[in-house]
């Protein structure tokens, strides 16, 4: 699991308990929702400078 599958693990842990214990596989659910979120963040790598860095602030933020 990437940073961004493990940081939104821990916050539907502790923010969403009753929806997190609704997910069968949290491993799996976890794993490719921080892949979908890495691709995601690529594909904004590739917008010009001025957009991308206003639309990779929230993404950042994540990764702290």
């Known amino acids: ?5 493990e940081l939104a693990r821990q916050h539907g842990a502790s ?3 009753e929806v997190y214990d609704g997910i069968r596989d949290p491993g ?9 979120l ?8 590739v ?11 929230p993404a950042r933020e994540l990764s702290r």
């Open 1 to 5: 699991m990437n940073p961004y599958g």
């Open 15 to 17: 923010r969403l308990p």
């Open 28 to 36: 799996w659910f976890f794993t490719v929702l921080g892949e979908l």
């Open 38 to 45: 890495a691709a995601d963040i690529d594909q904004l790598r």
């Open 47 to 57: 917008l010009r400078p001025g957009a991308r860095a206003a639309r990779l602030r």
